[in-house]
Every structure is written in structure tokens, then in C-alpha cells.
């Protein structure tokens, strides 16, 4: 069974459902970076890739709470109960499928880390999520967040992103997505 196709149709519908399209193609792309740094991904991997960041599909945003973001992308919630509850949400999904327990624990392993990363599997996950996101994300930052959050916020975020790359060629993949992106940050 392909589950990696069942497992990024099942995202896609996800993040359709919730009205939120415009991560797709950071997923797609963090599934080609990790190709990148790992020439032979194995299904766990590319599946990780695509899912890492289902939880978002499935928040509640209105039960959030106020000020909640006061640490931003680095508080609690960020770092360890939004790759938990993806984790949780996407071992769900490939158990109702009735996927190897094996592919379901390695999948849940890279998630649970893709933040933070940890072994050299979920440092190539961690990093190539960072590529992707300053390779694609930049953009809906400066125009859909920079109003709300400031540009010091941005900036950190940013900075954060690219800072957080473990592989020296993960860094090489993400310098110029890097270095524009501060550069259209600044006025």
C-alpha cells in the first residue's frame, strides 16, 4: 500500500476542510528538501515530511488562549503540543489504514520532533521544514503578518527558522531565502 500517497491526500483534504490552502505547498516542499538532504527518504520519512504540521488543519482557533502567543513560535505549545497532537492525528489516520506499526512509530517519532529535532533523522526533518518555510513562507509573513505581529516579531521568526538549521547544507539550501527575506523585512 502506498501510504504516503493515502497519508498526503488525507492532509490535503484536512487543510481544504479547514479553508487554509496556503501551507500546501510548504508541505510539498518539505517533502523535496528532505529528498534533498536524504536521497533515500524512506516512505516514514516523506510522510512525516508532508504531515508534520496536520495539527494546524485541525486547530481550534478560537479556543487559543488570549496572549497566548507571548513567546510566540517558542512557547510550549509550538514546541511540544503542536507536534504532539499532529503526531497523535496522523498515527490515527495510517492506523485506521492499517499501516505497519513500524511505519506509524517511526512517523510519530519524526513528528513529536520536527521543531526541535533530536536524532539525525529528525534534524534532516527539523531542517528541511526550515528550508521549505524560507523558501515559501516569506511572503504570506509580510503580507498577512506583519501588520498584526511587527516586524521585530518577523524577524525573530525568521531568524529562529534559519538559526535553528542543524546540516551545514541545509544552511547553504536556506541562505538566500534567509538573507531576501530580511532584506524585504527591512523598510
Not at 106 to 132: C, F, P, Y
Not at 157 to 166: D, L, P
Not at 170 to 182: G, N
Amino acid at each position: 500500500m502506498d501510504y504516503f500517497s493515502l497519508a498526503r491526500q488525507f492532509v490535503v483534504h484536512s487543510f481544504e476542510k479547514s479553508g487554509d490552502v496556503q501551507p500546501l505547498r510548504h508541505f510539498d516542499r518539505t517533502v523535496y528538501w528532505v529528498e534533498q538532504l536524504m536521497p533515500n527518504a524512506d516512505e516514514a520519512m516523506r510522510v512525516a515530511a508532508f504531515a508534520h504540521d496536520i495539527e494546524r488543519a485541525f486547530r481550534d482557533r478560537s479556543k487559543e488562549p488570549v496572549g497566548r502567543s507571548a513567546k510566540g513560535f517558542r512557547d510550549d505549545f509550538y514546541i511540544v503540543q503542536h507536534p504532539a497532537k499532529g503526531a497523535e492525528i496522523i498515527g490515527r489516520f495510517l492506523t485506521e489504514r492499517k499501516a505497519p506499526e513500524s511505519l506509524i512509530a517511526r512517523v510519530k517519532m519524526l513528528i513529536e520532533k520536527h521543531e526541535v529535532g533530536g536524532n539525525m533523522d529528525q534534524n534532516i526533518l527539523k531542517d528541511a521544514d526550515s528550508v521549505s518555510f524560507l523558501e515559501n513562507q516569506i511572503q504570506h509573513f509580510l503580507t498577512d503578518k506583519l501588520k498584526r505581529d511587527g516586524a521585530e516579531k518577523i524577524a525573530e521568526r525568521f531568524e529562529w527558522m534559519y538559526s535553528r538549521i542543524t546540516s551545514q547544507k541545509a544552511k547553504e539550501f536556506a541562505r538566500p531565502f534567509y538573507e531576501d527575506a530580511m532584506k524585504r523585512l527591512k523598510p
